[in-house]
């Protein structure tokens, strides 16, 4: 699994003319399923994201956790995490999972994350989806499972 962590003070995930999906301050997560993934590692992962110390303290310092600062994760799917783009003009999709296993595992992943007491928002797996934020710092980083 690969999982692109934004920091964000607000984003939102909008699905055909359904109202957005929104958050405040927290974390965007555009995670995408591998071929070969299974849901060893999600429970260690959801626990790093909720411990991951990216927010600022009072001194200006990335010293605060999600659970800290009371944020909340909007998690959206994204195969394309694993195009591949070595060869040619068009990206390869053949190491992403299929899409019921993918979903079951996106979903496995967003359970993992609900445990740590994180509030999480999804969109729609599967579907196409406008997502907008506010990246803060900007802070993005790559997270995978073992």
Do not use: C, H, W
Not at 33 to 58: M, P, T
Not at 72 to 85: K, N
Not at 103 to 129: D, H, N, W, Y
Request: charged letters at 20%; a positive charge; zero cysteines.
């Amino acid at each position: 699994m690969r999982v692109v962590l934004q920091r964000v003070s607000q984003a939102s995930v909008s699905v055909d003319s359904a109202a957005p999906i929104t958050i405040g301050q927290g974390f965007l997560l555009l995670i995408g399923i591998g071929r070969n993934d299974s849901d060893v590692g999600f429970s260690r992962l959801a626990r790093k994201v909720a411990g991951l110390r990216v927010f600022e303290d009072s001194q200006g310092k990335m010293n605060l956790s999600l659970r800290d600062v009371g944020g909340e994760i909007l998690a959206v799917s994204q195969f394309t995490l694993y195009g591949d783009t070595r060869k040619g003009r068009r990206p390869s999709f053949s190491t992403a999972a299929q899409s019921t296993e993918a979903e079951a595992l996106f979903l496995a992943f967003v359970s993992a994350l609900a445990v740590e007491r994180i509030p999480v928002k999804t969109g729609k797996f599967g579907a196409r989806m406008s997502v907008k934020l506010v990246n803060e710092g900007p802070v993005t980083l790559l997270l995978e499972t073992p």
